[in-house]
């Protein structure tokens, strides 16, 4: 079993997310707390604007809440950047109890899944969970500073300049964290750093299936299965292996956070990704259409490639995780 | 409050220890399952030789415990190397589900004190938890290749090659883990990359000085408060700091990890250090001393520095962190 059902109702009581500009211009910029006009975000690097954006977000979500950060008991968070520091340092600010995580683009769900754990099983009464990205950052340390203007095959995708977070409490009004599934590292063999979504899908597939036989639930539970970022060429193949696999998963239900951010039209090719991209969709506009009562049940499906500049160099493949996540609103408990 | 306690026994049944030719040389050799003699292993790049270090350890740690690999439901680890790929290739390699975190050199007990909290609520029955270093990985990343020969100054400290593991269960023997205090972000305004012991001493006397308080015991309630990599420096400035505040701990009773693996003698200017120190220290000669009934209650407290060079060269400074797990056994439930 690697399935967690959280009996005693964690609930997310508020979150907090904040984008760049490019998140300004898409599909979805009205679910943003704070959008930013410009990507410095009146620092004098990207990796101090990342950090911004974190700090920003908590600020935001511990308002919303109605506490001071000094309510918050512990800080579970991550992101893409070397030794994790944007999250760190922002840690630092937040001031509570702090464990770093790594998951990639997964790390908004591995987050998610531990806050609840610790919430559900009184280790604490308030914890606070995030992820972030920024496009320039993320892009000079993962391939080259933007300024070159290289090209990129169609497969790649465009990392999100945002941040999300949200607060668990044991007890409010909000939607509900009800299970967490953790993910197992899945390596098909892939090596192109261009292509995440499809060498992310099978961890994805492998995660959502366990989930279901774990809970012993029919995919048609949920209104809503979202993955992290699949994109595209993701997203079909996972399609493609809902089928062999004999898992009746159909495509409306079947949504991805980096096709729901930015606007046909915007240069992203595959779509949208980064550790912030699931933060901010998930926190911002998919709780907002929860609260709306036009999602019931989620399960929220993370992913991560966890390879680095120097294993691709190092020639290895890239080996993927998927953490999911369900959260429940209006039903029987909401 | 910080502060677990976990009042249904988590027990580490069984560790897993290796070494490389430094660690064989050091004054606890005979404390590590295997040392190897060079610091390749038989791989082509010092981080591959790195994830077999913590693939080795896992599997003797297995072993030990008479079990397969399938039963293993969780692993949770970190290393310092960008993106914690060695930790994350050998999670796949492991092959359960998989929660990569961050902590620095402080990852062994931010893995321990979560480990125990998963398997002391019934969210598992059997987690493998640990952290590794190596030492030319981690120089040629946060330095220089070591091939260089560039010179140190005496406050700088020595990357453990190494990996340290451990396996909780809900049952057997062993000792007991019975509570865990998650540090806090202490940045005191140090900005020196090679005086870490320094920067680290403050967020460590923080968390002891928490987990004394929130457990409501006094300090001689253990035999021995271990902390992760202060090394001479830093070691002296937490006695300076207890003093300060007033919190009555022997140099006796205080001792560290990176100053426990070498010799008088191996030129390692301020003592171990390194994700893999703490780890391989604990779950080596600490653990085999608890069993010889030597030390009965000992806190352990692996302190984190969380900066990058990145973080370095923008001028910023040093965040540091500890989290501190105790460990009993022998005296009334032992």
Redesign the interface.
Known sequence: ??T?LFQNNPVIVSTGTVGGPFEAKGKIAEDFDVLHEDLWLKED?Y??AHKVLLEEASMRAAEKAGITKEHI??FLG?D??????PT??A??TI??????????CSTSM?GLA?AA??VN?G??NCVMTGSSSHNAAVEKQFRYPTEYGSQKPPTAQWTVTGAGVSLIKDEGEGPIVTSAT????V?MGLTDPFNMGGAMAPAAVDTIETHLRERDIDSSYYDLIVTGDLGHIGRECALDLFKKHNLEVTEDQFQDCGLMIYREGQPVLAGGSGSGCSAVVVYGHLLNRMKKGEIKRMLVVATGA??????YQ?S?TI?C?AHAVSIEYGGEKG
């Open positions: 079993m690697r967690w690097s990796e101090k008991q512990f991550g893409l950047i070397n030794q994790i520091t760190s340092f840690a630092k001031g509570s109890a702090y464990l770093g995580l790594f998951g990639a591995e531990l754990f610790l099983h280790g604490a953790i993910g197992k590292v390596d966890l390879l680095s500049p120097l294993t190092q290895e080996p995780i």
